[in-house]
């Protein structure tokens, strides 16, 4: 096996410190580490690995709402999300494969990480949300950059987890 | 049933209010079960979600498993998920295609049309043991409307077409948007609770009052994105006409001029320039198929209608069928599908499912705030002894045309509803 592209230590300082922005509601911070056509995506929890052409997704958000969404959530008036939750989020298991180049050329790599994201809000029995990601990766100049972020939900249904409304 | 009325309505004195026990009460869901959802017309699923014989799904409905499938004479069926011999449930998967239902306890197994046709050891029932005694049991009703499947429990109920009443036109109006009549359920559910009360959901689901306060942040989001939002007369709090009318029977819907676009067949600046041509064309043959008045109709509106008790179809960014069931007086369970028409091709198809994920579902941009405010309000109704009733009477001293933004349409679902609990519950369950 070939070295790969991205060593597992730095892909796991990136999705680290992803989860530290996200944790922290650095949400304009965290757009930055995105490409600009980058897609983020919730799949139906019955439907993994369906596509969103075809498939009912949860979440199927473009770059245009992703930042749409930041937007939302950094206003007052998202109502599920204010006042704010505290999330804690645990990732591990991290794997690098290599992948196919980006539209341009670029270097990509395919990033695998479990997840386990609680959620706290005053009042409100816990919620856990676990699962997997499968980050896609994209060496843009000297930095990697996200260009496609998918959370699978691993629960057969959201059912008590309710919705999503905040970025897992 | 309590002592306090439920629902008072006094047009008179433009009095209209329901007693929030209606919302809290256990004792209440344990009528509703008998009056209501043991009597009603209760959506199952939907006709092109079993394509193909042998095709099935498995879900709850009204609190018991069922199984929805397609047997070798190509009939849709629904049959109770219990076996005959001890109960357990025989179809554990959520969906597939089976040529038979075989209960793994002792091995008990149904074909297709539900018939036993497997009995591991017969030999040692008594003679009198007949098979044919002893299949998938149904519901005492089931029936469909226009590729919807509905079951009843109640052998006595009036038929599906007439109990649909003035919701069959809406129903019907969804349908015309597929060229040979035919829609069907696209891949995916949306699968969530709620914790409130189901009727809360019914409420919100064709509230148009609370869209401009509850959802300042989807509204936004369409201003950005450059979709024309000025109000468009006085008296109107949302961009568009809209009105609120009663159908029967409970049914209710708001019928709203649509200014949020539509893949059947209004194009808005967030599908994109690329989409244009696509929406030009489906408007094209919409107009060539059902004229310029109908297609219109088909195309320019936008309608949430409530099929009593628990059966929501909006038919608005995208086309949602929504369902959901008590597991408490506090708590539901909530499923939502897209239905879009057999013919669209892959592009109109992605246009639609996109257009849906803006508003709908537990991912959207405003889902999740009705989520939280039905969970506000289940929350707030704990003082229900100190402040028992909800006010409903907006609308209530106009004459003629009912907002979208007024209340009627809720009124006609809480009036429904005090009438079934006020009638004598199904045979075999005590007052």
Redesign the interface.
Known sequence: MSAPLLARSDAEDFLYAEAALLDEWRLDDWLTLLTEDARYWVPPNDTPDGDPGTTLFTIADDIHRIRARVTRLKDPAAHAEYPRSRTRRMIGNVRVEPMAPGPAGETQVLVHSNFVIWRFRRGERVREYVGHYRHTLRLAATSWRIAHRVAIIDAMELASLGSVSLIL | MTEQPMVINDPASFDFRVNRAALVDPAVLEEERARIFDLCWIYVGHESEVRAPGDFRTRQICGRPVILCRDDADRVRVFLNSCRHRGAVVCRE?EGNATHFTCFYHGWSYDRAGCLDGVPGRSAYPPSFDPAQFPLLEPARVASYRGFVFLCFDPEAMPLETYLAGAREYIDLVIDQSPSGQMEV??????????ANWKLLVENSFDDYHLLT?H???L??LR??GVEMKRPERGHLLPAHGVGRALGNGHAVVDNVNFRGRPVAKWIPIYGEAARPEIARIREELVARLGEHRAARVADTNRNLVVFPNLVINDGSSVTIRTFHPLAANRM?VRA??LGPVEET?AA??IR??S???FY???G?A???D???LEMVQ?GLATWREMPWSVMTRGMAKEGEQLNTDELHLRAFWLEWQRRMQMAPRRGVEA
């Not at chain 2, 696209?186 to 914790?195: L, M």
């Open positions: 959520a696209i891949r995916g559910v949306q699968e969530y609770d709620i914790e509850t300042s942040t989807w936004d989001y950005n994105a369970q599908w897209a892959p198809r992605a499912l996109d849906f994920l803006t579902g537990p991912g941009f889902t999740p705030d989520i939280e405010a929350a």
